[in-house]
Each structure stands twice: as structure tokens, then as C-alpha cells.
């Protein structure tokens, strides 16, 4: 049974940082493409960023572009998110998600991803 476990989470200052991270067992973690996704109230749940297995690729929203950082330790199997310079439009419950498929080197949408954690918030104040 495949588990994520994200901590990390908290109540920022704009201007401030955090660093999330997503624990993860019950799957081999390196074997893996992972991403961070994000669901503000009343919005849809969006794509932050993904990390192919190796580390060796990353790719980001537009909106996180040069804030967050995304990566990964498999010998820890956990996965990170930095996110630095926080505004109050990154207030969400943050997601880590695990691609449906072993060795995957891309994704089209949160479909591709078939394990999910609980979340956890992330509050900015302005």
C-alpha cells in the first residue's frame, strides 16, 4: 500500500519560505516521476512541479517559476519542495503525488498521477 506523507506546511509572512516535504513507502520511490500540486479554496487542484526519477529534470508552473524548487532524496525516499518568496496567492493545501506508472518519463495531467497524500496547508499573509 502506497503511502505520502507531506509535513512542512504552516502560516508564512509574504516575502517568507517554507519547505515541504513528502515522505513516501510502499512503492520503490526512485523508480518514480513526483510531483507537488496545489488546491486553493474554490479553485481546482493545479500542477506546481515535477521531478523525473533521477532528479535529472524538473519542470514547474509558470506562477512558481524561480520561487520554488523542487527535489528529491531516494535514499531518504522523500521528496522536497522549497518555495521561497511566498505571496498570499500561494495559499493552498499542497499535494505529492506518485505517476501511475514506474518508470514514466512524462506526464499529461493530475491523471497521470495515481497515488496522492493528505495534503498539507500552506497559509500566506499579506
Known amino acids: 500500500q502506497v503511502q505520502l506523507v507531506e509535513s512542512g506546511g504552516g502560516l508564512v509572512q509574504a516575502g517568507g519560505s517554507l519547505r515541504l516535504s513528502c515522505i513516501a513507502s510502499g512503492l520503490t520511490f526512485s523508480s518514480y516521476l513526483m510531483g507537488w500540486f496545489r488546491q486553493a479554496p474554490g479553485k481546482e487542484r493545479e500542477f506546481v512541479a515535477t521531478?523525473?526519477?533521477?532528479?535529472?529534470?524538473?519542470y514547474y508552473a509558470d506562477s512558481v517559476t524561480g520561487r520554488f524548487t523542487i527535489s528529491r532524496d531516494n535514499a531518504k525516499n522523500t521528496l522536497y519542495l522549497q518555495m521561497n518568496s511566498l505571496t498570499p496567492e500561494d495559499t493552498a493545501v499542497y499535494y505529492c503525488a506518485a505517476h501511475r506508472k514506474p518508470y514514466a518519463s512524462s506526464w499529461r495531467g493530475p491523471g497521470d498521477f495515481g497515488s496522492w497524500g493528505q495534503g498539507t496547508q500552506v497559509t500566506v499573509s499579506s
Open positions: 521531478i523525473t526519477r533521477i532528479g535529472g529534470s524538473t
